[in-house]
């Protein structure tokens, strides 16, 4: 047995002291061939300092060896040194052997730097070099993929698929076809390829996207099955929770739903969407001091996400707790780019609390936003009434009418101000 092989069975094995001491007899008395086979298995393994350093001295030895090149360029990346990684595949000319390979270390180079255009034209010149290499193909398809331009993504992913090419690189390729499917809104599609993937070879990531489809064909029973089965046997996949609530839920069972979601926060209790929705759920139930509780949570893990600020008032609102409100949301009255809600739900405060001014203010702040919503313009007529601004009433009247075009009452009362001259 060589000191190579020696080196590799005590790392796997985890004897990482007698292997460093074997890896140098191995550096001393192994053949090059020998040394390169075990580089390449040092990095496979994740030991790419070792690795680096035996492409490194075969270089020395071998400098027209232009893989040993690319093999350095791709350790340099993942170390985070993208000069000496360029400086390694500048040096890879069109004619070498080993060019297709650069390309496809460029293109990987690239992407993490966030270049993506360079990395595309990368993989594409590689593509015309090689059309029919799978290697190739397989990186064009992952890096749409990355990209979510799903369409060209599953154009490699089926003609991999239809070569036959089910797994590369440990990736279900007719899981990833059906993910990209799914990501263009071709659900009935990528549910015909999930449904070719074995039970043994479903992954948490595949149950968990499968039951997202299944969610979206509305087929609920389905996703509840599929996701139910991820939760039991990963329960901290917390991406799951939601998902799954929202299946329960749609299937009639909010109770359900509810703990789901609240088993979801035990994992992860700094999610504020899962606050969130923990909260709406509460409110359906009408578990009123649950959902106040949920949203505070989610108020406090991010003060600037509104989302929970506007469903807090709301609750306030419909408990009519109008100076709870009123406190919540003065601290953003003055933002810019306020969610339109809460220049309502203002409003409403400071109505029945009798501030009729700062009524005003947020009512007309609010009106832009609700010319369409009936409600809020039938209690902006009679607020607007009641304090004398005729101009804002008739204005109010005429979106109503607009949209309730039957209601008599509001009908008369804008003739009676049209024949004052309105």
Do not use: C
């Not at 893989?67 to 350790?75: E, K, W």
């Not at 040096?91 to 990987?108: I, M």
Request: hydrophobic share 40%; proline share 3%; no cysteine.
């Amino acid at each position: 047995m060589s000191y190579s092989e020696q080196v590799l069975e005590k790392f796997e094995a985890g004897n990482i002291e007698e292997g460093n001491r074997l890896y140098g007899w191995a550096l001393r008395k192994d053949d090059d061939d020998t040394l390169n086979s075990l580089a390449e298995e040092l990095y496979g393994l994740g030991f790419d300092g070792k690795a680096k350093r035996i492409y490194e001295n075969l270089l020395k030895k071998y400098p027209q060896e232009d893989t040993l090149r690319v093999n350095l360029a791709d350790i340099e990346i993942g170390q985070g040194n993208t000069d000496a990684a360029l400086q390694q595949l500048a040096q890879v000319k069109p004619d070498s052997d080993a060019y297709l390979q650069s390309l496809l270390v460029s293109a990987d180079l690239y992407q993490t730097e966030e270049l993506y255009e360079v990395s595309e034209q990368k993989l594409l010149e590689a593509e015309k070099l090689a059309p029919d290499e799978q290697v190739v193909l397989f990186a064009l398809a992952e890096f749409y993929n990355m990209m979510q331009n799903y369409k060209k993504a599953t154009v490699y992913y089926l003609t991999l698929v239809k070569q036959g090419v089910l797994r590369l690189s440990s990736v279900n390729l007719v899981a990833r076809l059906a993910a990209a499917y799914a990501g263009m809104g071709k659900f009935e599609t990528s549910m015909a390829y999930f449904e070719q993937i074995k039970d043994i070879d479903k992954t948490p990531d595949i149950l968990f996207q499968q039951g997202f489809v299944y969610l979206q064909l509305k087929n609920y029973p389905e996703a509840i099955d599929m996701l139910t089965q991820l939760r039991d046997t990963n329960q901290d996949y917390v991406s799951l929770y939601p998902v799954l609530a929202e299946a329960q839920e749609n299937n009639g069972d909010n109770e359900a739903a509810y703990k789901t979601i609240q088993e979801g926060i035990s994992f992860d209790e700094y999610n504020e969407d899962l606050f969130s929705q923990a909260a709406r759920l509460a409110t359906q139930l009408q578990k009123y001091d649950d959902a106040e509780h949920y949203l505070k949570e989610a108020i406090k893990i991010n003060p600037e996400q509104m989302r929970a600020v506007v469903q807090l008032s709301n609750l306030f609102i419909q408990q009519q707790r109008y100076q709870d409100n009123d406190d919540l949301l003065q601290p953003y009255i003055q933002e810019n780019d306020l969610d339109p809600q809460i220049y309502w739900n203002i409003a409403v405060s400071e109505e029945h609390l009798e501030n009729f001014k700062e009524a005003q203010n947020a009512y007309q702040n609010a009106f832009p936003f609700f010319t369409n919503n009936s409600d809020f313009l039938h209690a902006a007529i009679y607020f607007f009434r009641q304090i004398g601004l005729e101009d804002w009433t008739v204005k109010s009247l005429r979106a109503y009418l607009k949209l309730v075009p039957d209601d008599q009452e509001l009908s008369l009362m804008l003739e009676d101000y049209e024949e004052n001259g309105f």
